[in-house]
């Protein structure tokens, strides 16, 4: 298996843009996971799905930034307008099982988003 | 919900000593606990994890040892070497759907 994919690996765009970040995960993994990764804030979950739904996205920051996971083997971060504070690393992780079975998570290899 | 603190953020060792690092946190429902290790880079990826039901878990020259009274962990590594050096993220999850909340992680630096 080739592992959790991203894309793009590095994006730059202006404010007010709108911003698509893809994901595939491991074939046959059932739970997928959205982190953002800034110097200033740490390593910080956004969003998780677990067979295709939505389970926990307390932390996703505000109104401007969405997800979906049309399908087991993709999903979109979405980031519309985008802001300079966006600027960060997006990881895409999944795992086996849902997070409740403590499986390992295997993570993309991140996608660094700067905002202008 | 879940906070994970992570001590010390910044750790310097010489080739061959040990490192230590600390993490508590604050749900007692917590049960899993993974150690992420991220290089210069790279992604985060998982070199030891112990559960609830454990007090100890060794893998060659890392160990994890878990308090649950105490609600702490640590990440033991011995013989250190050049190649340990990255930042290292303790985070703890729960069993109710609760994902993992991690640690602001420590940077390990291993002078030859």
């Known amino acids: ?116 | 919900g879940e906070n994970v603190e992570q001590h010390p953020s910044t750790l310097s060792v010489q080739e061959g000593d040990s490192a230590v690092i600390k993490c508590t946190y604050s749900d007692s429902a917590s049960n899993y606990f993974p150690w992420y290790k991220q290089e210069l880079g790279k992604r985060p990826q998982l070199i030891i994890d112990i559960r609830s039901n454990v007090g100890e878990k060794k893998d060659q020259r890392i160990a994890v040892t878990l308090n649950k009274t105490a609600k702490h962990f640590s990440l033991h590594i011995t013989e250190t070497q050049p190649e340990d050096s990255a930042v290292y993220f303790c985070a703890a999850s729960n069993g109710y759907g609760q994902n993992f909340v991690f640690g602001p992680g420590t940077r390990l630096s291993v002078l030859p």
């Open chain 1, 1 to 116: 298996d080739a592992g959790v994919i991203q894309s793009p690996r590095h994006e730059v765009t202006e404010m007010g843009q709108e911003v698509t970040l893809r994901c595939k995960p491991i074939s046959g993994h059932n739970s997928l996971f959205w982190y953002r990764q800034t110097m200033m804030r740490g390593l910080e979950l956004l969003i998780y799905f677990n067979n295709n739904v939505p389970i926990d996205d307390s932390g996703m920051p505000e109104d401007r930034f969405s997800a979906k996971m049309p399908n087991a083997s993709f999903s979109t971060l979405k980031i519309q307008p985008s802001e300079p504070r966006d600027s960060a690393v997006y990881f895409c992780a999944s795992s086996l099982s849902s997070p409740a079975r403590g499986d390992e998570q295997f993570f993309g290899p991140g996608t660094r988003l700067t905002v202008l």
